[in-house]
């Protein structure tokens, strides 16, 4: 069983920063997509960024271009750089990894994240 291990999140002022590393159990190599969700309260759950195997990215409208997505092979981690932070960024944010022979896809425990003064 993969396990996805968030950190990084908590409060924050508007106008600031964040980034939240995920930490996976096993190599990125196994995974044709990573990245995270979020779900605001009384929202459904959405697409935030993804990076795939082959590095390619793709973000939300509302988020680009102030969040960036990275992967660092070595750490085994995908990391999400969130700066000019508004207060609709507030949101529990889950990373994702889906894996590249079955298409399952993996969740980690989330991560609060709020923007408020």
């Known amino acids: 069983q993969v396990q996805l291990v968030e950190s990084g999140g908590g409060l924050v002022q508007p106008g600031g920063s964040l980034r939240l590393p995920c930490a996976a159990s096993?190599?990125?190599?196994?995974?044709?997509?990573s990245g995270w969700y979020r779900q605001a309260p009384g929202k459904q759950r959405e697409l935030v960024a993804v990076?795939?195997?082959?590095?390619?990215?793709n973000y939300a409208d509302s988020v680009e271009p102030r969040f960036t997505i990275s992967k660092d092979i070595a750490k085994r981690t995908v990391s999400l750089q969130m700066n000019s932070l508004k207060p609709e960024d507030t949101a529990v944010y889950y990373c994702y990894a889906r894996r590249v022979t079955s298409g399952n896809i993996y969740w980690g425990q989330g991560t609060q994240v709020t923007v408020s003064s």
């Open positions: 096993e190599s990125t190599f196994n995974f044709n997509a």
């Open positions: 990076i795939t195997l082959g590095i390619s990215t």
